[in-house]
């Protein structure tokens, strides 16, 4: 069912030092920082060439991150993206397998204006997983 490895989130305290350290120590392509309001965060995109990697640190007052950056303040990974071509489906069967999926079960559009889903990490060995639907016809190669 699931497909690519969209991205690994990464919660950091500070995002330029961050996004300095994966350009200047790692050589990786990092993109300019995104604040992204209606998440409540601001994100600094790694491109790999087989995945990206998502710096993420709070933005705004009500941030959803805000929790996990007190309770980690050197920062951490935040959770991992699988694609997946049809949220409706994976949705169905995590729920009859006995998985909860976060929220009220409904996809939500993500950081990158697509539908997702996160699945509770009591259910999956203490890992955050979102889904992201992705169609097959938008994946490159
Ligand atoms: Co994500």
């Known amino acids: 069912m699931i497909g690519r ?14 996004a300095a350290k994966y350009r200047d120590l790692l050589g990786a392509d990092v993109r300019p920082p ?23 640190t709070p933005f705004g007052d009500n941030s959803p991150v805000a929790k996990f950056l007190t309770e980690h303040p050197n920062g951490g990974m935040h959770h991992i993206c699988f694609e997946v071509p049809d949220l409706a489906h994976a949705a169905r069967k995590l729920v009859e397998g006995g998985a909860r ?22 259910d999956f060995d203490g890992t955050l997983i979102e889904l992201e639907e992705v169609k097959p016809e938008l994946q490159p190669g």
């Open 5 to 18: 490895l969209n991205h690994v989130a990464i919660v950091v305290p500070d995002l330029a030092a961050a």
């Open 34 to 56: 995104r604040d992204l309001p209606e998440h409540g965060v601001t994100v600094v995109f790694v491109e790999l060439d087989n995945s990206k990697v998502e710096l993420m």
């Open 101 to 122: 999926v976060l929220g009220d079960g409904t996809p939500k559009t993500g950081a990158h204006g697509l539908p997702v889903l996160f699945i509770h990490p009591k």
